[in-house]
C-alpha cells in the first residue's frame, strides 16, 4: 500500500482491470484534507477502436480493440456525474446534495 499523506496528482498510464483497482489508485491522492487533488486516466486509443465481426450480423454487440470491465467502461465513457456511475458499482445509493 501507499501512506504518503500529501499526494497531489496520480497519472494512470493504460486502462487497469477493473473500476475498483482505478478508484483505489485515484483515492491516493488528495489525503489530507486540505490538498485540492485530482487523478489522471490516460486511456488508450484502442479502448474505443471498435472492431467489426467479420461476418456481421443485425444482433452482433460492439466490440472494442482492448476489452475493459463494463464498469470501467461505462465510468470511461459517461457524460454525466461519474460519482455516480462509482456509487452505483459499489452499491452506495445515490448522492443528493440537500
Known amino acids: 500500500g501507499c501512506d504518503i499523506p500529501h499526494i497531489e496528482q496520480v497519472v494512470q498510464f493504460m486502462v487497469p482491470a477493473s473500476l475498483s483497482i482505478w478508484m483505489q489508485r485515484a483515492g491516493r491522492a488528495g489525503r489530507r484534507f486540505l490538498i485540492a487533488a485530482r ?16 461476418d456481421p450480423t443485425p444482433n452482433d454487440n460492439i466490440t472494442f480493440q482492448k476489452s475493459v470491465e463494463t464498469a470501467l467502461r461505462t465510468w470511461i465513457e459517461t457524460e454525466d456525474c461519474r460519482r455516480d456511475v462509482a456509487d452505483e458499482y459499489f452499491d452506495n445509493g445515490t448522492y443528493s446534495p440537500n
Do not use: D, H, N, R
Open 39 to 54: 487523478a489522471i486516466l490516460l486511456v488508450q486509443p484502442s479502448v474505443f477502436k471498435e472492431v467489426k465481426p467479420k
